[in-house]
């Protein structure tokens, strides 16, 4: 079976710190794609980053770094500088690659981030 | 390119009542899926739909249903409201493909605002 775990329930930093969400997954599937989504109290859900389990490069976007780590099944995300603005539920979500299988986003429970000024 | 659009934002209903939720997906994208998001279960799939045809189905009840339009767009609807069916109802749209004999489906879903269903 498919599932994500995201053990960090609210994080609270204060702005300018780093911080790290977690994410665990587990799946039989060879290959699938993992995701970041961010939840701003608006309730969209934006896209953040989509990583392929057959690439374990790890990706960096400005603040942004994700750390993907095939061997302990895990796909964190680091927010260096973190700013207010960051305030949000965080999910890392994951997904089989192919139609016949279970094709649907698997969720975490999601990591609800504070940023305090 | 415009994103994802849901209609209404907001709707309140009556325990056995029904509702339908209307989604418009982002230009050229295919695929809609629907989700429900409770403080309580979290994020949890629906349905997938892809050229008119339910491809891929959630474990909802059958209260539950959507369809998809020539031009892509999708409804969802819930019928005999429950207070448990009180929820943020996402859409998601992505570029899909018809399948391909086994070739891994890459696309990304992209989220519309939701809607915020109060059922009292």
């Known amino acids: 079976a498919q599932k994500v775990t995201q053990a960090q329930t609210e994080i609270s930093v204060v702005e300018k710190e780093d911080v790290t969400l977690d994410c665990v997954y587990e799946?039989?599937?060879?290959?699938?794609?993992l995701f970041w989504y961010k939840q701003p109290p608006s309730g969209e859900l934006v896209f953040l980053i989509r990583?392929?389990?057959?690439d374990e490069q790890n990706e960096i976007s400005g603040r942004y770094s994700w750390n993907f780590q095939k061997s302990t099944s895990s796909f964190n995300f680091t927010i260096t500088a973190s700013q207010v603005v960051d305030s949000a539920v965080y999910f890392c979500?994951?997904?089989?690659?192919?139609?016949?299988?279970?094709?649907?986003?698997?969720w975490g429970a999601g990591t609800k981030l504070i940023i305090k000024p | 390119k415009a994103g994802v659009t849901q209609t209404p934002r907001y709707l309140i209903k009556t325990r056995g009542q029904q509702v339908t939720l209307s989604c418009s997906p982002i230009?050229?994208?295919?695929?809609v899926s629907w989700y429900q998001q409770t403080p309580g279960q979290g994020l949890q799939f629906l349905f997938e739909?892809?050229?008119?045809?339910?491809?891929n189905k959630g474990n909802f009840p059958g209260r539950f249903s959507g369809r998809q339009f020539s031009n892509s767009r999708s409804e969802m609807n819930v019928s005999t409201l429950e207070l448990g069916d009180s929820a943020l109802y996402l859409c998601?749209?992505?570029?899909?493909?018809?399948?391909?004999?086994?070739?891994?489906?890459?696309?990304?879903?992209?989220f519309g605002p939701g809607t915020r269903l109060l059922v009292l």
């Open positions: 979500a994951l997904r089989a690659a192919y139609l016949d299988s279970n094709y649907q986003l698997i």
């Open positions: 990583r392929n389990s057959f």
């Open positions: 799946t039989r599937d060879t290959t699938y794609y």
């Open positions: 998601a749209s992505s570029l899909s493909e018809s399948e391909t004999g086994g070739l891994p489906r890459q696309e990304t879903q992209y």
């Open positions: 230009s050229g994208h295919r695929s």
């Open positions: 739909y892809f050229s008119e045809t339910q491809r």
